[in-house]
């Protein structure tokens, strides 16, 4: 615990006299710069609360997250207890606190708020943050960068992930099947987020690792923050920095959409992430309650990058999805993340004589769907998803917040 100001947490359930001898204590040792009273009366009587420095020694702010927004404090100093306080309500408040740059102590824990470098950039400065793995991230993050590009803004995306390249590498707009095959052979990951932006985006991607995830988003490492400087030396109209699971990329940016999947529990810690947002996508399901930021509901939709021929007979290959927006295939795989099973299927696409395989852009699409469609004589369709939203105008939203930062 470091010695700086701290706005201390009260409540009713404590006596004023324990409580005072606390406060007096604290202030020796660090300085209070305020004194937020949670609740609770059990142990306070009503003069107690109208004249408060005769039994605490310090005024009490009855609004504690404002007291929170207002503090010059350094860190916030937990000394509340349930059930004024319980846990669900703590973690709420260390994340307002960590959100404002405050440190959240109590009794065996202290939260630090996580450290943004800054990089230089004089062009917007965007980020796609999500609650989770798989929630559509990466589907975002290319849709906002592929209209961005169109409307004549170019962007570079800059990417992390948990199998991305030790050093910053970057992947080129037009990226293909060949070079990604390559890659794969030369025995490294073909199927990172940064290709897959590369590929489906047509934008150039700066491909970044990071190692361990905090309960807030920091990761332990990663090399983001060279990874944005190599973006920015570029000259694009735009950085976006995309997010790995729940991992926020550690660098300053002017603008964050986040991703909730669905189930999310955003009521205490992961509460966060949208307080760092402007908008919040909710991914197939109702945006939860009091949110800190405006929202959409949105949907992914499934489809090839680009049409298969007239004609064509069409093996689908993915991770979960059944099927793809304007296509019946003849064969409907979502065995790509399990190889024994994905076997039998490409079995079943030669036994069809399919001549189109249409695939999602994981690791075994490469090094196993792709090498069986050269064998075959088949064609590879990438499968991308895009999102949409199901109550408003994401397109609109997005260039929107680009034009705002």
């Not at 993340?337 to 030669?350: I, N, P, V």
């Not at 994981?362 to 895009?386: C, S, Y």
């Amino acid at each position: 615990m470091q010695r700086a100001p701290v706005l201390a947490l009260v409540d009713g359930e404590h006596h004023p006299a324990a409580v005072r001898d606390a406060l007096e204590r604290l202030d020796r040792e660090r300085g209070i710069a305020g004194v937020a009273f949670c609740g609770g009366e059990e142990k306070v009587r009503r003069e107690v609360l109208e004249r408060p420095e005769e039994h605490y020694g310090f005024p009490l702010e009855m609004d504690v997250e404002g007291a929170l927004r207002r503090t010059a404090a350094r860190a916030v100093v937990d000394l509340a207890d349930e059930p004024v306080l319980p846990p669900p309500a703590k973690l709420r408040l260390a994340a307002l606190a960590l959100h404002l740059g405050l440190a959240y102590e109590l009794p065996g824990t202290v939260l630090e708020p996580p450290a943004y470098e800054p990089f230089d950039f004089d062009g917007a400065r965007l980020a796609v943050i999500g609650t989770g793995k798989r929630t559509g991230k990466t589907a975002v993050a290319g849709h906002w960068a592929g209209l961005l590009r169109d409307r004549g803004t170019p962007p570079v995306v800059v990417s992390m992930g948990r199998g991305g390249p030790p050093e910053p590498q970057l992947a080129e707009a037009g990226t293909g099947l060949e070079e990604l095959m390559a890659i794969s052979a030369r025995g490294r990951h073909a199927a990172s987020d940064y290709l897959e932006d590369a590929v489906l985006a047509g934008v150039p991607t700066v491909g970044c690792r990071r190692v361990g995830g905090g309960l807030v988003g920091e990761p332990f490492e990663s090399n983001v923050a060279d990874g944005a400087r190599l973006a920015a030396s570029l000259g694009p109209a735009a950085v976006i920095l995309e997010g790995s699971g729940s991992c926020i990329p550690p660098v300053e940016v002017d603008v964050t959409v986040c991703v909730v999947g669905r189930g999310a529990d955003v009521s205490g810690l992961g509460r966060y992430h949208l307080l760092r947002s402007r908008l919040a996508l909710v991914m197939d399901g109702e945006p939860p309650d009091h949110l800190p930021c405006r929202a959409l509901r949105c949907t992914l939709v499934p489809e090839a990058a680009e049409p298969p021929p007239d004609g064509a007979r069409v093996a689908l290959f993915t991770t979960g999805a059944p099927s793809c927006d304007g296509i019946e295939p003849l064969v409907a795989s979502t065995a790509l993340s399990r190889r024994r099973e994905l076997e039998g299927d490409l079995e079943r696409a030669s036994a069809e004589h399919c001549d189109v395989y249409v695939v999602e852009l994981k690791a075994a699409a490469i090094d196993t769907v792709a090498v069986r469609a050269q064998r075959e004589g088949a064609r590879v369709i990438f499968l991308r998803n895009r999102p949409v939203a199901l109550d408003g105008d994401l397109d609109s939203e997005l260039l929107g917040l680009h034009d705002r930062a």
